[in-house]
């Protein structure tokens, strides 16, 4: 038990580094300071550590001091892959997004694809393991990792999210206007060569 409350008391820290990272009013940050006082308050009683040096050791974390991850769902049907119309930009990725604290990366992969196309799926491989700086991306402030995970459609059907406008396949010479802030063309390509080779190595940088 104090290893999943010491487990809660990371992830509250890690909502609270978030909010300090990313909101702009003043009263959310008082309350994500909060927040993550009570993280280390709760972190130190379980280890033992004194709360100054557990406080220290959590405010000395910034939102991009270390990588991010992103987790890219690859699901192919008919010989096409699966993507999405991101509705802040107008353009298409792979089903995805932020790591979240607490899931691994094959239920982020299964968890994002539910929330933005409907379907129902099940991570079967590991395919690639990028660094987004290695990559013709535009310009982050992040340094992130991309996890691309190869899934096998099980249920459901086409609906887009709250983040999302369309839900379509695409065959690679198909391909339409990409969201390069989240995949490029070439990885895209990385990706349907596992199509043709599914025995094909692991990919990373």
């Known amino acids: 038990m104090p290893v999943k409350w010491l487990e809660w008391a990371k992830q509250i820290q890690a909502l609270s580094q978030a909010g300090l990272a990313f909101s702009k009013d003043i009263y959310d940050l008082e309350r994500f300071e909060a927040l993550r006082d009570i993280s280390a308050e709760m972190a130190a009683e379980l280890t033992g550590t004194p709360v100054e040096t557990m406080h220290g050791i959590f405010t000395n974390e910034k939102g991009y001091q270390t990588?991010?991850?992103?987790?890219?769902?690859?699901?192919?049907?008919?010989?096409?892959?699966?993507?999405?119309?991101?509705?802040?930009?107008?353009?298409?990725?792979?089903?995805?997004?932020?790591?979240?604290?607490?899931?691994?990366?094959?239920?982020?992969?299964?968890?994002?694809?539910?929330?933005?196309?409907?379907?129902?799926?099940?991570?079967?491989?590991?395919?690639?393991?990028?660094?987004?700086?290695?990559?013709?991306?535009?310009?982050?402030?992040?340094?992130?990792?991309?996890?691309?995970?190869?899934?096998?459609?099980e249920g459901g059907k086409a609906a887009p999210g709250i983040e999302t406008t369309e839900v379509r396949f695409f065959a690679q010479d198909r391909l339409p206007a990409l969201s390069t802030a989240r995949n490029t063309e070439t990885q895209l390509d990385i990706m349907f060569e596992f199509l043709k080779n599914p025995l094909k190595n692991t990919v990373f940088d």
């Not at 997004?97 to 994002?112: D, F, Q, S, Y």
């Not at 409907?118 to 402030?141: E, I, M, T, Y």
């Open 67 to 153: 990588p991010k991850v992103d987790v890219r769902a690859v699901i192919f049907h008919e010989q096409k892959m699966l993507l999405v119309k991101e509705k802040n930009d107008d353009l298409w990725a792979l089903p995805g997004g932020w790591a979240e604290i607490g899931l691994t990366p094959g239920e982020n992969a299964v968890k994002e694809t539910r929330e933005e196309t409907g379907f129902d799926v099940r991570p079967v491989r590991l395919l690639a393991v990028l660094d987004k700086k290695c990559h013709p991306h535009p310009p982050s402030l992040y340094h992130v990792y991309k996890f691309f995970i190869l899934c096998e459609l």
